[in-house]
C-alpha cells in the first residue's frame, strides 16, 4: 500500500479553543484539552473525509493534544504518534502508547502529599509571573513527587494531568504573557473565568487524572510516541500520514509553540529547566 497523506488547511479553519467536549460518544472519550490549534472538535468531519480509505497505520507528524491520534486509535488502527515538543510526546506516552497503566486515588494521594524534599525552583524562578506563591509552591510540590514514580506511563499520566491543570488556570490559557494581574486585579467582571483560573491545582489535577484514566485503553495493536522533528522521522511502511502543521500567517510567520509553552516544557524536564 502507498503512503497517503492527509492534511487539515489550517489557514481556512478558525481559531479553535477547544471546549473539552468529545464529539464522540464512546466508551473512552478524549480528555478535555486546552490548546492552540487543537483539532478536538472536527474529529467527526476528519475521520468521515478518511474513513473509506484503505489503511491500518497512522502516522500523526504534528501530534499536538493527541486528538487525532486518540480518534484513529478510537477507530482500530496502528497509531506512531509525534511532536517536537517534550510535553507533547509525554501526553502522546500517556494517552496514545499507553495501553492499559492507569493511577489509582491512593497514586493521586500520594502526588498530592507533602514531599519534604521538594525543590523551590518555580517559586524562585515565576514569582508573580503566572501563578501566586502558594500555586508556585504546589507545582514544586507535585513535580518533584511525579518525579519519583518509576513507571514511565504514571508518571505520564500525572504530567498530563499537571500541564492540563497548569492550562485551564492561565488566562487566554498560555503562557506568552506574564499577566498574573489579569486573574488578581480586583475589578468588576462580566465574565466567568476567575472562578476557573481560582480553582486549586489539586482540584483540577485529580479531575484531569480522571480524564486521562477513562481515555486510556488498548485497541489491539502497538502505538507508539514519538518526539523528533517530523522531518527527521524514519518510521517505515506507514499507510496514512496526517499532517497538521503550525499555523503560518500570511507574513509567513508560524505559530511558535514553544513561546506559547514553554512553562510546560520545562516543568517536562524539571532538573534541567
Ligand atoms: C496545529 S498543532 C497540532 C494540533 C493537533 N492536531 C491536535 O489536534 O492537537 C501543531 C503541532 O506541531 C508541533 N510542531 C511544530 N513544529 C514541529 C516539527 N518540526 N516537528 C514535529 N512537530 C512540530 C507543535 O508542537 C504543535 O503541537
Known amino acids: 500500500m502507498g503512503n497517503m497523506v492527509a492534511t487539515v488547511q489550517s489557514s481556512f479553519l478558525p481559531y479553535i479553543e477547544n471546549s473539552g467536549i468529545s464529539v464522540f460518544d464512546e466508551n473512552n472519550p478524549f480528555p478535555s484539552t486546552r490548546y492552540q490549534g487543537s483539532k478536538n472538535k472536527l474529529t467527526c468531519w476528519i475521520w468521515d473525509n478518511i474513513k473509506d480509505l484503505d489503511f491500518e497505520t497512522a502516522l500523526d507528524a504534528f501530534g499536538g493534544t493527541g486528538s487525532v491520534s486518540h480518534l484513529l486509535k478510537r477507530k482500530g488502527k496502528q497509531v506512531f504518534y509525534n ?6 510526546y509525554i501526553i502522546g506516552k500517556a494517552l496514545i502508547e499507553n495501553d492499559s497503566t492507569k493511577l489509582s486515588d491512593e497514586d493521586i494521594d500520594l502526588l498530592l502529599s507533602e514531599n519534604k524534599n521538594k525543590q523551590n525552583f518555580i517559586q524562585k524562578t515565576f514569582k508573580g509571573i503566572y501563578y501566586t506563591d502558594e500555586e508556585n509552591a504546589c507545582l514544586d510540590n507535585i513535580i518533584c513527587n511525579i518525579n519519583c514514580l518509576n513507571d514511565e506511563y504514571k ?12 492550562i485551564i488556570k492561565r488566562p487566554y490559557n498560555l503562557f506568552h504573557r506574564a499577566n498574573l494581574y489579569i486573574r488578581l486585579a480586583d475589578v468588576k467582571r462580566s465574565f466567568g473565568n476567575k472562578i476557573t483560573w481560582d480553582k486549586s491545582f489539586e482540584n483540577y489535577f485529580r479531575h484531569f487524572v480522571k480524564e486521562a484514566n477513562n481515555a486510556i485503553f488498548y485497541n489491539g495493536s502497538k502505538c507508539r510516541s514519538y518526539n523528533r522533528d517530523a522531518l527527521d522521522l524514519d ?3 506507514i499507510d496514512l500520514v496526517y499532517l497538521d502543521t503550525p499555523y503560518i500567517s500570511n507574513k509567513g510567520v508560524g505559530t511558535n509553540y514553544l513561546d506559547f509553552y514553554h512553562f510546560l516544557e520545562g516543568l517536562a524536564d524539571y532538573e534541567n529547566w
Request: negative net charge; proline residues 0%; aromatic residues 20%.
Open 83 to 88: 511532536d517536537i515538543l517534550e510535553f507533547n
Open 235 to 237: 518510521i517505515n511502511d
Open 155 to 166: 508518571k505520564a499520566i500525572a504530567f498530563f494531568a499537571l500541564f492540563q491543570s497548569c
